[in-house]
Nanobody, 123 residues
Framework: EVQLVESGGGLVQPGGSLRLSCAASGFTFSSYHMSWVRQAPGKGLEWVSVINSGGGGRTNYADSVKGRFIISRDSSKDTVYLQMNTLKPEDSAVYYC???????????????WGQGTQVTVYS
């Protein structure tokens, strides 16, 4: 059974940091490109970041998070991470991890999806 399980969300003040994790199982993690996608209340899905398969040497970010968020992966743990720094209220959303054999930078490009973790940035 394919599973993607996100964790690490929570409440944080503006300027704070959170680290999200997404643990994968049921598929060959190293072969899949991994993305983070978020959805704010009342809004559509927004692609946030991607890391390529294998060693993860290629990454990319949405302009809205570039310079503040860092994506990484640990193939020994079949886990992808999103380090979120200098958080802003507009970063508040449910964050999902998604996986696909094809590289993707779109909000709907994932083949497998997690259940999401809530991030709330409040002042």
């Amino acid at each position: 059974e394919v599973q993607l399980v996100e964790s690490g969300g929570g409440l944080v003040q503006p300027g704070g940091s959170l680290r999200l994790s997404c643990a994968a199982s049921g598929f060959t993690f190293s072969s899949y490109h991994m993305s983070w996608v978020r959805q704010a209340p009342g809004k559509g899905l927004e692609w946030v970041s991607v890391i390529n398969s294998g060693g993860g040497g290629r990454t990319n970010y949405a302009d809205s998070v570039k310079g503040r968020f860092i994506i990484s992966r640990d193939s020994s743990k079949d886990t992808v991470y999103l380090q979120m720094n200098t958080l802003k209220p507009e970063d508040s959303a449910v964050y999902y991890c998604a996986a696909n054999l094809e590289y993707f930078e779109s909000p709907n490009g994932g083949r497998f999806w997690g259940q999401g973790t809530q991030v709330t940035v409040y002042s």
